[in-house]
């Protein structure tokens, strides 16, 4: 059966062999696209999974004018952006968490943090990511722009946090 025959028979039929036999025939497809964004063979299939999904959810908005395989790229190649967009984000929070991580330890050893307890305590409470904003826009003198840069938030995002996480100080030193 071709591609469009299956389509119509799952969309007017509801026979989801129909559906899970064009799935299974793309999904070598699905596959190879996938490697071309993830040198990692497991996160590969996770994606060819959620694409599955993805397309199952998604085919009854598929335009039978065009071909099905142009219309699973374009599926696939988004999910597959999307991915490594998210995996780059969080590589970044990681590596900023691993350079800010000893400057943290740092500030709790430094001389006038000891002398206050219940600075000490407080500070303890804080995420590491609101230490490190802090730290950054306080004891470095840091700018906003400098921590954008640094951390790869946006401008209003940093302000935001660092608003927050005063607050939360203040809170926690009441």
């Known amino acids: 059966m071709t591609d469009q025959l299956l389509i119509q028979a799952f969309l007017q039929g509801g026979k989801t062999e129909a559906i899970n036999q064009l799935l299974n025939k793309y999904q070598g497809y699905i596959l190879s696209i ?3 964004y993830s ?4 996160d590969a299939k996770d994606n060819v999974q959620d694409i599955l999904i993805k ?3 998604k085919i009854n908005s598929y335009n039978s004018s065009a071909k099905f395989s142009t219309w699973l790229y374009s ?5 597959c952006y999307d991915q490594v967009s998210k995996k780059k984000k969080n590589v970044q929070c990681d590596r900023l968490k691993e350079e800010y991580e000893d400057l943290i330890e740092e500030m709790f050893d430094d001389n006038e943090f000891n002398q206050n307890d219940k600075l000490k305590s407080t500070l303890k409470l804080l995420s590491v990511e609101e230490l490190t904003l ?3 826009k306080y ?3 840091k700018s906003i722009d400098d921590i954008s840069n640094l951390t790869g938030l946006s401008i209003s995002c940093i302000k935001m946090r660092l608003s927050r996480a005063k607050l939360k100080a203040r809170a926690l030193a009441a």
């Open 34 to 36: 996938c490697m071309k």
């Open 75 to 79: 599926i696939a190649r988004n999910h």
């Open 55 to 57: 397309v199952y959810e």
């Open 139 to 141: 004891k470095e003198k």
């Open 39 to 42: 040198s990692d063979m497991e």
């Open 134 to 136: 802090l730290n950054l």
